[in-house]
């Protein structure tokens, strides 16, 4: 099982937690296809974490890895890939549970999001890094971000 926390995101300066989404970018999609779940303030989750919003549970993502061994021009890349970034990028969009939102930034005014990634094919390989980045968006209505 591989995990990833990403750095503090403040949550003081929005007026509102409507439409909470979060958005990865720089998921690797040259690699193992993988669930990531999402969990908020929860950088010990684990894949046995349960998936309810009073244990930071915020909803998940899919990816679709084109496998192992990569393709010649994805293993090219990878190995040309600065730091570890990825070598097929995509970006990918969960709009989180409002109630996990809420439970999570009750008493804080920051929020980790960490995502677990859970192989498709049981045993199976992980990615290195399940993003590169995350942004937490909030009422995109509103113009707030």
């Given at each position: 099982?591989?995990?990833?926390?990403?750095v503090p995101i403040s949550v003081e300066s929005f007026e509102s937690l409507d439409r909470p989404e979060l958005v990865f970018r720089g998921v690797e999609q040259a690699g193992p296809s993988f669930e990531g779940?999402?969990?908020l303030n929860r950088p010990d989750a684990d894949e046995h974490a349960p998936r309810t919003p009073e244990a930071g549970y915020a909803g998940s993502f899919h990816v679709y890895g084109?496998?192992?061994p990569l393709p010649p021009a994805f293993a090219e890349a990878k190995e040309r890939a600065p730091g570890g970034a990825a070598a097929a990028p995509i970006e990918l969009r969960v709009t989180a549970d409002p109630a996990a939102v809420r439970a999570a930034v009750a008493d804080a005014d920051e929020l980790t999001?960490?995502?677990?990634?859970?192989?498709?094919?049981?045993?199976?390989?992980?990615?290195?890094?399940?993003?590169?980045?995350?942004?937490?968006?909030?009422?995109r209505a509103a113009g707030k971000s």
């Open positions: 099982m591989g995990a990833q926390t990403s779940r999402v969990f084109y496998g192992e999001v960490t995502v677990v990634a859970v192989p498709v094919d049981p045993g199976g390989a992980l990615p290195e890094r399940p993003f590169e980045r995350v942004e937490a968006v909030f009422d």
